[in-house]
């Protein structure tokens, strides 16, 4: 997938004011051209080789991991589709918890700092990473943008990843957990149609179900779709709007966060 989307290329990637270049990448391709005998026919076989380059990446997200466990600040990378409701969500809890817990955000967007201002007048500080042509945010970035951010009251530090439900899944950023967002207009089968989101995360929230009675959409069905793709998850259904469902999600999580920041990596 990232082969065909731009994460391979060099781009120009800006965290707040500070442009640097970076290379985003999953896998490095090496192709070997085999020429076999004449008596064989006139053949060329390739033979892709895959080599996994996520080391440097790794290693990043560690070190990133470190500082947060040293500082005790509990990280949260929220990945989803476009227009599923991550920055509504923030907002709100931004709204509802920043007096008991410190927030701060780091927003990944392709353009523009549209979902930054808003966090920033939901009262939170806030960095911006664009992208480019990249379709996901990496350890490398969020290193960066940590250190323009940090400041000794931030006690919760959410990763607003770029919009896609594919590629983010693969890049550890250093954070305790990821979420994972779906809403319901997207359809009820969103869960095993993108297995490794929810594979990979330990929460799933499902928005919008203020408009539940306008839907074709079974709850149901997709709490079931979801269930059998990862048995363990934590599954809310949630509105951002009404706050309905939010009491239980946040009740989780300060249990969550009160016993131990438990990290991927552990």
């Not at 899944?169 to 969103?190: F, Q, R, W």
């Not at 079974?218 to 779709?225: K, M, R, V």
Request: charged letters at 20%; proline letters at 5%.
């Amino acid at each position: 997938m990232c082969q065909d989307c731009g994460c391979l290329e060099t781009e120009h990637v800006t965290v707040g004011q500070s442009p640097f270049r970076v290379i985003s990448q999953k896998t490095m391709v090496h192709t070997h051209q085999e020429h076999l005998r004449p008596d064989q026919g006139n053949t060329t076989k390739k033979i892709s080789i895959k080599q996994e380059v996520l080391q440097k990446n790794n290693h990043i997200a560690a070190h990133n991991r470190e500082h947060f466990i040293a500082q005790r600040v509990f990280c949260l990378n929220w990945i989803s589709a476009p227009g599923s409701g991550k920055t509504s969500i923030l907002e709100k809890m931004i709204r509802d918890l920043n007096s008991e817990f410190p927030m701060a955000v780091i927003e990944g967007d392709q353009q523009t700092d549209r979902d930054a201002q808003r966090i920033s007048n939901a009262g939170a500080p806030v960095v911006q990473i664009n992208t480019g042509a990249a379709c996901h945010l990496d350890a490398e970035m969020i290193h960066q943008a940590w250190h323009q951010l940090q400041q000794p009251s931030i006690r919760w530090l959410m990763i607003e990843n770029v919009g896609n439900m594919v590629c983010p899944t693969a890049y550890d950023l250093g954070e305790a957990m990821k979420i994972a967002v779906i809403s319901c207009p997207e359809g009820e089968d969103k869960p095993v149609k993108y297995p490794d989101l929810l594979l990979t995360a330990k929460v799933l929230l499902i928005n919008k179900i203020d408009l539940l009675p306008y839907l074709d959409f079974d709850l149901q069905a997709c709490i079931s779709f979801s269930r059998k793709v990862n048995p363990d998850m934590m599954i809310f259904p949630v509105s951002a709007k009404t706050g309905e469902g939010f009491n239980d999600f946040y009740n989780w999580l300060r249990r969550t966060h009160v016993s131990g920041h438990t990290h991927e990596s552990d």
